[in-house]
């Protein structure tokens, strides 16, 4: 935001001076991630991870596009082409481990960034909007790393095509029509890859359109901070470049190397096996699992096992899945406590941590196979995702007292803030 | 009124879960925990160990075994297993001289093109074809090998358990209590693999089946490690540089970030206030 103390851009040469006028390009950047845009000084370390969600967005575009000028999309030479990557392309190894690796980074960082989000109130007004387009971003990011695991044509990723496509046909009457208009067939084929090759390309301009739009509307109320509290004044902020600048580098640089270590020393800890053996529609694997950062809503899919009144369990899964996503876009509704972090929240905070243990232990049974005892217990752990969301969350905003919060993010700094006495 | 609403959803989606976790405790009350033969009686989670030179983050390969390994691929696993995403020309790295390639390759036989008059043709080798397809007329499937130590669990130590795994006899109580894991016409017991019985003979079932060239003796568990170690490179012919270059890259990262980390206190020691 800009604040009546936020300093202004100026061109220190002819030339930007002359571009200035013509096209305030520089300025904008400036104003954006730069010496304009003043940030609250109080921020922790769960404020570093937006930066380096962005960061890992650049990583993927830039390896996709160089491993989309080698790879096939064609169902008979997908498998192999993806193996002369490896094999024959120059460095064509590390484009494609640092893409795969990347994708598992990417949703690391932007789950510390949802969370971080959920622990803070971020969503609550007046940033809702940045919440939404970052739920919309989230989902374009699990249609895109779907699609992107299914371009080797190895056999999870056929059989993940087949399952995925094979949720919407849980729809009632234009269910199976509308899977054979996605698959361009009756199962996973040449129509399918090509698809999600054009539509893996695709999107990832999209989500970086989206990201534009978010750190956009980012800026008008400007970025929160761990008190919750508002910028009261010029002594609460500081600018972005270098303050911020230099703390998001050297978590960079502390991202890249617990990166690297993935992608040089451990490249095939997050997948799996059954992905380098290649496409095989007559032999359906043992266990069908997604990649990791999908476990928890894959396992909320496989916890409804019985049909319920006059719903189908498979249809009442995926309806469960999707509603556990889209209960975020409510979230700044449903959560109506005024008080935004759960510092000073200690019903709430508790509530959090509770949900913190039933995504790890959902995303535990999501690897799991899908039988008993796993099945009961996923059933009680998606009970209480949504209970958190739907039911807690209204009923503690409204009957919790919070703790008392502080003047000014100045004096949770420095013990007192000069404004206050005022 | 979204409040209403969403507490509404919420119960609703409860209540359906409750259904089904009533319904399915009664059912694992009936059943009890399910139990399969493989879970009960196979070996695939404790893998006997095999270290392997190319293991840990600095791991080489050992080419004197990868040579060993690659007699024993051809001198016993070529019958049956394929070794597709090889070519000839990337033996070079197990330590054959380019001649020596040449030589591996002309002993092959290659259906391709012939670039005259168009027809397929079998021809001999080059060292720029790939290991051609095997064709294989008996009971199973046997799998390429080229990607094997990646596409299953446990990797090298699993195809070195596989291989030295086959057991004569199945137990007793197996038999009893899995009668359908009786081992059938054809087929042969192995704890190792997925569901305890495998169509493929123990393929290193005696000693001596190769003869070395650097004149190790070939003993059923040095063949098996060899030749497992000679698929950890068929699938990972990268691994050397990728360890190499790792070891470098994350070096030069540590001392960047320790560089950003100092700026960034410089930059912020006014800024702290504790």
Redesign the interface.
């Known amino acids: 935001m800009s604040f009546p103390w936020s300093k202004e851009y100026k061109p220190s040469h002819p030339l930007m001076t002359w571009l200035d006028e013509k096209l305030p390009l520089p300025r904008l950047v400036y104003n954006a991630v730069g010496g304009g845009y003043e940030v609250p000084r109080n921020l922790n370390y769960f404020w570093n991870f937006g930066f380096l969600a962005g960061f890992c967005l650049v990583i993927q575009i830039v390896t996709g596009v160089i491993l989309a000028m080698h790879y096939s999309g064609e169902t008979s030479v997908a498998f192999n082409s993806t193996e002369h990557i490896m094999r024959d392309v120059n460095w064509g190894w590390m484009l494609r481990y640092g893409h795969a690796n990347g994708a598992a980074a990417f949703f690391a960082v932007v789950y510390m960034h949802i969370f971080r989000g959920f622990y803070y109130g971020s969503y609550k007004a007046p940033r809702e909007m940045i919440w939404l387009l970052g739920v919309v971003i989230f989902l374009l990011m699990m249609a895109t790393a779907f699609m992107g695991y299914v371009l080797p044509w190895g056999q999870m990723s056929y059989w993940a095509a087949q399952v995925i496509t094979g949720l919407f046909s849980a729809i009632p009457l234009v269910g199976d029509p509308l899977k054979e208009w996605l698959l361009g067939g009756f199962a996973p084929g040449n129509a399918t890859l090509n698809r999600f090759f054009s539509l893996h390309f695709l999107l990832p301009f999209v989500i970086l359109g989206v990201v534009i739009l978010h750190i956009w509307s980012l800026h008008i109320p400007g970025s929160s901070n761990p008190t919750g509290v508002e910028v009261k004044s010029e002594s609460d902020t500081v600018p972005f470049h270098p303050y911020y600048t230099a703390k998001d580098g050297w978590t960079v640089g502390l991202f890249m190397i617990i990166y690297s270590l993935f992608v040089f020393f451990m490249p095939n800890a997050l997948g799996h096996p059954d992905n380098y053996i290649p496409a095989n529609p007559m032999q359906t694997p043992a266990h069908i699992v997604p990649e990791w950062y999908f476990w928890p809503f894959y396992a909320i899919l496989r916890s409804f096992t019985q049909n319920f009144l006059f719903f189908e369990a498979k249809l009442l899964g995926v309806m469960a899945m999707f509603a556990a996503i889209l209960v975020w876009f409510f979230l700044p509704w449903l959560d109506r406590s005024p008080v935004r972090s759960a510092t000073y929240r200690p019903l709430y905070r508790k509530f959090f941590w509770l949900l913190v243990a039933d995504v790890l232990v959902l995303g535990y049974l999501g690897g799991a196979p899908a039988e008993q005892p796993y099945v009961l217990i996923s059933q009680l752990a998606t009970m209480y995702y949504f209970l958190h969301f739907l039911v807690i969350v209204p009923i503690v905003s409204s009957i919790e007292r919070p703790d008392p919060l502080p003047f000014s993010i100045t004096e949770s700094v420095l013990g007192s803030d000069g404004a206050a006495k005022l | 009124m979204?409040?209403l609403i969403?507490?509404f959803?919420?119960?609703f989606?409860?209540?359906?879960?409750?259904?089904?976790?009533t319904?399915?405790?009664i059912q694992?009350g009936k059943d009890g925990?399910?139990k399969t033969a493989a879970k009960e009686f196979g070996k695939a989670h404790e893998l006997k160990t095999l270290k392997l030179a190319s293991d840990g983050?600095f791991g080489k390969y050992d080419k004197a075994q990868l040579k060993r390994g690659f007699e024993v691929y051809s001198g016993v696993c070529a019958s049956c297993h394929s070794l597709k995403?090889v070519a000839y020309r990337?033996l070079v790295h197990v330590g054959f001289t380019p001649a020596e390639v040449k030589d591996i390759a002309a002993k092959a036989t290659i259906n391709a093109k012939d670039p005259l008059s168009g027809e397929m043709k079998d021809r001999p080798g080059t060292p720029a074809d790939h290991f051609p397809p095997v064709v294989y007329a008996g009971n199973g499937t046997p799998?390429d090998l080229?990607?094997i130590t990646?596409?299953?669990?446990g990797g090298a130590a699993y195809v070195y358990s596989l291989l030295t795994g086959y057991e004569a006899t199945q137990p007793a109580k197996l038999i009893k209590e899995f009668p359908d894991s009786k081992t059938g016409e054809g087929m042969h017991y192995n704890p190792y693999f997925?569901n305890l019985n495998i169509a493929m003979p123990p393929p290193l079932a005696t000693d001596g089946l190769v003869t070395y060239s650097d004149g190790t003796k070939a003993t059923k568990d040095q063949m098996a490690q060899d030749v497992a170690a000679f698929l950890v490179w068929a699938?990972e012919?990268?691994l050397e540089?990728?360890?190499q270059?790792?070891?470098w890259?994350?070096v030069f990262?540590?001392f960047?970030?320790v560089l950003?980390?100092m700026?960034?206190r410089n930059?912020?020691a006014e800024?702290k206030?504790?």
Not at chain 2, 13 to 21: D, G, K
Not at chain 2, 150 to 153: N, V
């Open positions: 979204i409040r969403s507490i959803v919420g119960l989606f409860t209540v359906a879960l409750a259904w089904s976790l319904l399915d405790s694992l925990l399910p983050p995403q990337d799998p080229s990607l990646k596409a299953r669990h997925a699938a012919p990268e540089q990728r360890h270059t790792g070891t890259w994350v990262m540590l960047v970030t950003g980390y700026s960034y930059i912020w800024k206030g504790h």
